[in-house]
T-cell receptor
Framework: GAVVSQHPSRVICKSGTSVKIECRSL??????MFWYRQFPKQSLMLMAT?????????EQGVEKDKFLINHASLTLSTLTVTSAHPEDSSFYIC??????????FGPGTRLTVT | GQNIDQPTEMTATEGAIVQINCTYQ??????LFWYQQHAGEAPTFLSYNVLDGLEEKGRFSSFLSRSKGYSYLLLKELQMKDSASYLC??????????????FGKGTKLSVIP
């Protein structure tokens, strides 16, 4: 149990375009989902905390107008990178918190902006 | 805020024991996690400590001392597949029933024959 999926696993897009990443909790309901970003050889950095039905809470330095988060249901959160630039190329990982308060991570999405 | 420190890299021999330390400074401590992350993959959960003491799970054990702001992850009978980054993460109660998990920079463990 407690499986989290992400789609797509890899995406390449052109600079200036937008990319949407989906995070789904497959077998449990997640009232809270987290979005992380990880640059090569660096640790995970929390970008935002997303609660179902309310606005996401963004960490300092993360542009909320650039990284749009929607948590429309208890099993789905989406992260949209708008007007992507090469410096946005990174590994994006979501996690979902279940009733047991444990965080379960998705497999990650590797974004490359050319 | 939080300050989480762990060694950047460690090397150990197959079959041996290795201890990875983590120190932290935080307010509203609500648990410490250890994750394993292989290159290019998402982290996987290893252990969770919220009370002082040692938690053992197979070849992996984790220790916590809240008064010292200190934890370690102990890996026994090392295998080549244990080569990975090990992330220490501290959960902080940010009030109103919510919390935040902050990761250390990770310790890259290389297991050699």
């Amino acid at each position: 149990g407690a499986v989290v999926s992400q789609h797509p696993s890899r995406v390449i897009c052109k600079s200036g375009t937008s990319v949407k990443i989906e995070c789904r909790s497959l077998d449990f309901q997640a009232t809270t989902m987290f979005w992380y970003r990880q640059f090569p050889k660096q640790s995970l950095m929390l970008m935002a905390t997303s609660n179902e039905g309310s606005k996401a809470t963004y960490e300092q330095g993360v542009e909320k107008d650039k990284f749009l988060i929607n948590h429309a249901s208890l099993t789905l959160s989406t992260l949209t990178v708008t007007s992507a630039h090469p410096e946005d190329s990174s590994f994006y990982i979501c996690s979902a918190r279940g009733d047991d308060y444990e965080q379960y991570f998705g497999p990650g999405t590797r974004l490359t902006v050319t | 805020g939080q300050n989480i420190d762990q060694p950047t890299e460690m090397t150990a021999t197959e079959g041996a024991i290795v201890q990875i330390n983590c120190t932290y400074q935080t307010s509203g401590f609500n648990g410490l996690f250890w994750y394993q992350q292989h290159a290019g993959e998402a982290p996987t959960f290893l252990s969770y400590n919220v009370l002082d003491g040692l938690e053992e799970k197979g070849r992996f054990s984790s220790f916590l001392s809240r008064s010292k702001g200190y934890s370690y992850l102990l890996l026994k009978e090392l295998q080549m597949k244990d080569s990975a980054s090990y992330l220490c993460a501290v959960r902080e109660d940010s009030g109103a029933g919510s919390y935040q998990l902050t990761f250390g920079k990770g310790t890259k463990l290389s297991v050699i024959p």
